[in-house]
């Protein structure tokens, strides 16, 4: 492997210990499997809170990872031994690379363990030797909106530095709660089953309209096992889920409902739990939201 990515998760290290165990066993399961199924290679490991992947090409990587419910984040990092010097040293290597003329920087410094230093106390003295490396380009600290992030995190004795994060779903990871059929009839569908598939659910989405290529070109970029049904005469989507969902036993449906349809859909499938994760949520932010998953999805 040659390069490593510190891959963060969050709120499966609130869970309990045997939990969160299981719940950290099926995100590196969906890694592993995302990787597999890419054609590449690479190598596990964990502390609380975080996972290390080694990979050959971080560049191929990042993109698979901010695909996986439970990932909050990826960076590609440089690993040191937790030394301040050593530190600064590698933040500087850093700086020089990515600061133009004039610009602005921060180091935000993390620490988990017992050190003769401050995280604070870190992060000025790495700031420091960065300004002390650059003097030919002007640079300036902005701790409020800088050009430039260093991301310093100690994990005992190793140290992890970083130009930034990329952002990822969060969430549980597929495959920790139930099995749900989901309406997929244009973009509202499609984000509600995304949001289920966010809470840890297998989605099995039956399509009409809009949604079949929302659920082809995206839906299906999040989990790869995804069988999607359809697209089907718009008429026939709530009795065909119905059907499915007696047929698979499954924990419920979802369905992009309005709150006066809720009625009448808990009266049409009966025993079956109903959900709607949008009911909520006005057109044009569901437009917003279902944006910013296409653009996870690339």
Known sequence: MGETLLVRYGELALKSPPVRRQFETQLKRNILEAFQRAGLSCTLSADR?????????????????RRIFGVVSVSPVEVVPTDVEGIAKEAVRLSREALRAKGSFAVRARRNGTHPFTSQELAARVGEAVLAANPDRDIR???????????VEVR?????????????PGGLPLGVAGRIGALVDGPRGALGAYLMMKRGCRVLPVTAGLGDPLARETLQRFDPRLVLEGPLDPGSTWERLREKAQMEHLDGVSLPLQVEQFAPAREFFGEVVVFSPTV???EEEVLSRWSSVEELAR
């Open 49 to 65: 809170g975080h996972l290390y992947v080694e990979v050959a090409s971080a560049t191929a990587a990042v993109p698979l990872l």
């Open 141 to 151: 600290v902005d701790l409020g909106h800088p050009e430039v992030e260093i991301q």
């Open 156 to 168: 005992d004795n190793r140290t992890y530095l970083s130009l930034g994060r990329y952002s990822a």
């Open 280 to 282: 909520g949520i006005p």
